[in-house]
């Protein structure tokens, strides 16, 4: 059955005088929906089950072969394109079968197909891990950049090599036999470690059980899904229930409680966290660095923890002045309600905001939802990005897709096809939950031209009903234009290699160019270009639009505080602490909490333990707020030349979205600038 397409991958020799060279092994294409031709879209509707399987087999023995191709050149032979550039395609070519069947694991309708697309999955990409830690490959790449001809490279290039090796020699490689065995062991106990601290988290079963009197203010159905039949209601740790509790709950008392219940998840990890930070200050100093931090920001935008440390100081500081206006108005309203008070706790902080929301700012989220129906939003999220950046999309007829509400688009520049986007944008049973985007091909130079990049959004927005369109809450609009910027950043790259194409940028850059966009939702200009009711097609009253805008801002300093916060906690822990020394992660959690947040430090609490994104994104919680001060700075230029300014757009387009991280990203927002990056406009966005 199988129609097997043999290439080979063969290196010419041109210099006769050199030893020969060991030949290439061929790589076998199966007939495979997952191997689609060169800039053929993947047949999804054709996919089976079965298919997953093979494709997923396939690829990992066809990856062993290109990666025993790129070994087996000899070191005088090596050159860009049959080491760099070949490894490049390596991972290119793997990612293009493992992230399709990464995005049906996630959106696949059919449930033997989904469940075995999840399974693959975690082969998939631990075998991609075990590249990273190939020795042999290590030795083809390190060789190659001792030669002379890599030492005249310039550019992307250069920068490529640079950043392999680096990744590499981060794994360890420029250690002894010895210290290799030992970070490997340090590594293991790290993941296990980290394992226990999320299964802590993953295990909360903690409530509260309360009295009718203890549930007034909240709303009928969150009462009533609570109540047991002694006539208490049991309200649990998760966020649906403490949220809109802390929110509505009238009884101080009772969101007391809760709230020190809260910020007491999970405290077995208040002996496993010291254990986590231990491993991984062993694990930088035998990789040579002096904190975690240091190891772990190195391969980032911001390079190391001082820039991460002015950027908090900085931030903390120039919060200060809105931090207490929003201070002042959230105890105002709180001494309206109570009587003279001297603070706002962290308990009563979401309370009075709603407070404030309802009294003050009198803001009816259902009446802005009805100027916002899917269709006009697609209009106008459409018509934006095409008049900035010069772009054409143009609907699919009759697609093939995994499922008959996917609608999918493909992207013109110049009437040059540039990329192809799929909208899944509806709940479904098993769907992926969130909102995001898949990118499963990214865009790169080849043999045949250039790679079309492929991605599709994944979203939960509500569907139409018999007799009304689907309406979008504003925040869902935002998330919308959000998750469409890192769809442009796919399709209008123009890099070269796949490693710095599209999204393949920092992790501290890469929410910038989606976090951008959804200025768009928060401007009138852009917003009265599309905001139509849905019934009288009146534009969204800019009265009301204000509104929205004052509401946006009541509280923005506190909330950016909080995330000050965290960060500076986080940064803390990793670069600045000693897990064997005296302090314990709640003493320090309770002078870094006094020092930024708006909130005291309440005695008996212990956030940390639930802290999760301690495990995975270690020394990272900067980067949420720092890729939003770089977007926002950028989008002060289409705030001054105007927010469809073409010239504006197509430098954007050319400088930021294009290049991906073949530049330094931080050159890029420099010369897209025209200056220095600062956190002007990010204050200015608060409502500063
Ligand atoms: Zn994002």
Known sequence: MKNLLILTVAVLLMNCSQPEQVAQLPVEIPDNPFYADFNVPVDFASITSDDVSEAAETIQTIT??????????????????????????????????????????????????????????????????????????????????????????????KKFVEETVTGFERNGFALSQEGRDELKGINDQISSIGDEFSKNIASIQDFLILSNEEMAGLPDDFKAARKQDDGTYKVDLSYPSYRPFMKYAESERARKALYVKYNNRATENLEVLPQLLQKRLNMAKLLGYSTYSEYRLEDRMAKNPKTVWDFEINLKNDLAEKLALDKAELLEAKTTKVGESDKVNGWEASYYNNVLLEEKYELDAEEVKQYFAMDDVIDGLFMITQTLFDLEYKEVENPSVWHEEVRMFEVYQDEKLKGVFYLDLHPRENKYGHAACFGFVNGRMTKEGYQI??????????????????????????????????????????????????????????????????????????????????????????????????????????????????????????????????????????????????????????????????????SSYYGYLWSLVYAQDMFSIFDENGILDKETGLRYRDIILARGSSEDELELVKEFLGRDPNNDAFLKELGL
């Open 64 to 157: 062993d072969t290109r990666l025993a191709n790129i070994v087996s050149i000899n070191e005088e032979n090596r050159t860009f394109d049959n080491t760099m550039k070949a490894l490049d395609e390596l991972y290119a070519n793997y990612s293009a079968i493992s992230y399709p069947i990464y995005l049906m694991a996630y959106t696949h309708p059919d449930s033997t197909l989904r469940n075995n697309a999840l399974n693959f999955n975690t082969t998939l990409s631990q075998y991609v891990n075990e590249i990273t830690l190939n020795e042999d490959l290590y030795n083809a790449v390190k060789s190659y950049a001792g030669s002379d001809e890599a030492k005249e490279l310039t550019g992307y290039k």
């Open 453 to 618: 990049p492929n991605a599709s959004l994944v979203c939960n927005f509500p569907r139409a009903t018999e007799d009304r369109p689907a309406l979008m809450p504003h925040g869902q609009v935002q998330t919308f234009f959000h998750e469409f910027g890192h769809v442009l950043h796919q399709m209008v790259t123009t890099a070269d290699l796949y490693s710095q194409s599209g999204t393949n940028v920092s992790r501290d850059f890469v929410e910038a160019p989606s976090q951008i966009f959804e200025n768009w939702t928060w401007n009138y200009d852009a917003v009265k270009l599309f905001a139509k009711h849905y019934k009288t097609r009146e534009v969204l009253p800019e009265e009301l639009f204000n509104k929205m805008l004052a509401a946006k801002n009541v509280g923005s300093a506190i909330n950016a505080s909080q995330q000050v916060f965290y960060g500076t906690y986080d940064l803390t822990l990793h670069d600045r602490y000693n897990p064997s020394g005296e302090l314990s992660t709640t003493d320090v959690l309770k002078e870094v909490q006094n020092e930024i947040s708006a909130y005291e430090y309440v005695d008996g609490t212990n956030f940390q333990g639930a802290f999760g994104h301690l495990n995975g994104y270690g």
